[in-house]
DNA sequence: ACAGTTTGTGTTATCGATAACAGACTCGCA
DNA sequence: TGCGAGTCTGTTATCGATAACACAAACTGT
């Protein structure tokens, strides 16, 4: 016999008070005396009662939701800002409302739909590059929206963010001071990727900038990037462009593809070629040679955005970019 | 000048229907007429009208909520799994409600009782063992549990999973079975990974079975056991017990680092010693050599559970044991 | 001792959608 | 033509907590 399960006016009448003080004595910072307080939630825990937010939802008119999209969830970067995140939230009692949207822009727009439907206190999604119709709801949603991983030249809101041309670029310059002309990209051009996409062009206009020419470039398939399609890239490099003398993949996760398929040949690395990844995963630092890759923080990226949401919650603030530095991380793949 | 956001009721109004109409208009297979649905939804559109779960939950006493915890949401094993879930549960328009815990029970506990408030249709945990508290809060939740990733001995409610300790007795009768008897086991006893703590243990049950020592046993750390902390233990093993034959460790994470503390010492894999992992990661089927693994299906365990929650969200149904095969997956580093 | 504050509690109305019921209308078939 | 079944729309009450307001009691300081 499962019979309906108690509310808070039931609580009340166990403890012998309103339901109104039976509500504070379960907020935070409330005013209800230590004794009624120790009453009402002996109450509750005899009859088994638990909170119902969603009627608290209704009445107070927050969530106590932050809604997140990430590109997968099966990423190490990506999962690390959700954890910096979600640390940082935690001190508010903010929950993260999570989605993944598969790098597909049109899953993202249902998605933000549906996040949007349970109203949030503040949205964050990955990347810049968003259909008009999700915009157009970012836009209208009155939360505060933080776009991440990037640096879009038109923001919807705030930015927590770094420029990954401006990364690549970065690892460009490292190999040309030190002679090397002959350049591969290995990345998807595929528009689903933007961040890639970003990568890879910050690579061409870098090549450019230095006057060289930027046409080997492998397209490994559509993102994720796997290992196993760095792996087959690597393959094809080596096939097409058999003088090149260093590679810069997408993601450490295609980089250390590419490595695996020169130990495979019998490649020597980096004597004979070099090989740079993106996003200093675990993979690259412990791989044999190490991995010399380009740090975006993501970690930071998630903490640097709770930290913006907290205090916009208490007082909303113009728009704000907070722009984080990759680092350049050198190891033994192109020493 | 931010004026109240509109309701169904303004919607109503400015479509000249009752709000009722237009609750209807913006559920699945509800009866109205396509005209006036098309007048609703562009009456909606009009006003900016987003549609609000929050009173809809109150009222119908659905959440749409799926709750599921996992240990580590950066853990590609466990996001497989979410991904299963939350393909399985799209169908029916369910959300996923995610927590990690951290490999903490009491995170766990914590989160579970946060979960429960949010008033989920079910709720999905990883492992079979909690708190007290935590299990008293999940039996007297009248929702599905499912647990998942383990066989509890006692369980809650549904079980979707696999004998931990059983899978890695399938590894070590491979071993012996091909003439090596002196074995060595990566991985902690740390009470706060019960998973891999049953791997161990099946580890120790089945060296004894077969009348072999098990002391060959290195704690790599607290959970989870990174690439980094794998390669010190690799390390520590050789040191300790070096006519090792060969190594099975917790997770091919921990083995993929060992294989790598093996190629820095130029220990020849499988040669010297032969490595096997658990989970069949991306790395061990990239690496040089591949690693031996155990695929303990995790995509499956999610769609699997998937299936069951909305079986049970149909018709109630007696707890029921889904047990999953994992399958013995060997390749050259123990070849 | 008394006004002024703080502390603890109660009363009433309300958040916004929808379950439950009811009624009007259309259609098919005898 | 009439009647039952099916389709579409409206009315009323309600889900369970809490914002807003009110007020008594317990303090504070001069």
Redesign the interface.
């Known amino acids: 016999m499962?019979r309906k399960?108690p509310t808070m006016a039931d609580v009340a009448k166990a403890a012998g008070v309103s339901p109104m003080t039976v509500s504070r004595a379960f907020k935070r910072d409330s005013s209800v005396s230590d004794a009624t307080r120790a009453a009402i939630l002996q109450a509750a825990e005899t009859l088994?009662y638990?909170?119902?937010?969603?009627?608290s939802?209704?009445r107070s008119q927050r969530?106590d939701f932050v809604a997140v999209t990430v590109p997968s969830?099966?990423n190490?970067n990506f999962?690390?800002t959700?954890?910096g995140l979600?640390e940082g939230l935690r001190a508010r009692d903010l929950?993260?409302?999570?989605?993944?949207t598969d790098y597909d822009m049109e899953e993202e727009e249902r998605l933000i739909e549906?996040f949007?439907?349970?109203?949030p206190e503040a949205i964050v999604v990955t990347g810049g590059r968003h259909t008009d119709r999700a915009r157009r709801?970012l836009e209208?949603?009155?939360i505060p929206v933080v776009e991440t991983w990037d640096l879009p030249e038109d923001p919807i809101g705030h930015v927590v963010g770094f420029s990954n041309a401006d990364a690549v670029r970065g690892m460009v310059d490292h190999f040309v001071r030190r002679g090397l002309t002959r350049l591969a990209f290995i990345g998807g051009d595929a528009q689903r990727d933007t961040r890639g996409t970003d990568r890879r062009r910050g690579f061409i206009r870098a090549m450019q900038d230095h006057g060289l020419e930027a046409h080997r470039l492998i397209d490994a398939g559509a993102p994720p990037i796997?290992?196993?399609e760095g792996?087959m890239a690597m393959g094809l490099l080596l096939a097409r462009f058999p003088d090149t003398q260093a590679v810069i993949c997408v993601s450490d996760?295609s980089a250390?593809?590419a490595l695996?398929e020169c130990?495979?040949r019998a490649v020597p690395v980096p004597e004979r070629i070099e090989i740079a990844g993106f996003g200093d995963y675990?993979?690259g630092?412990?791989?044999?040679p190490a991995l010399s890759t380009i740090n975006p923080f993501p970690r930071q990226i998630g903490s640097r955005t709770a930290e913006l949401i907290l205090s916009l919650l208490d007082a909303p603030q113009p728009p704000r970019v907070i722009e984080i530095t990759p680092e350049l991380i050198l190891r033994g793949s192109s020493a």
């Not at 949007?116 to 109203?119: T, V």
């Open positions: 499962t399960p088994g638990v909170f119902d937010s969603t009627a939802n209704l969530s969830i099966n190490a999962a690390e959700v954890r979600s929950q993260i409302l999570l989605g993944y549906q949007l439907r349970r109203r709801m209208n949603a009155a796997s290992m196993a792996a996760l250390f593809g695996t130990q495979r675990d993979v630092a412990v791989c044999v």
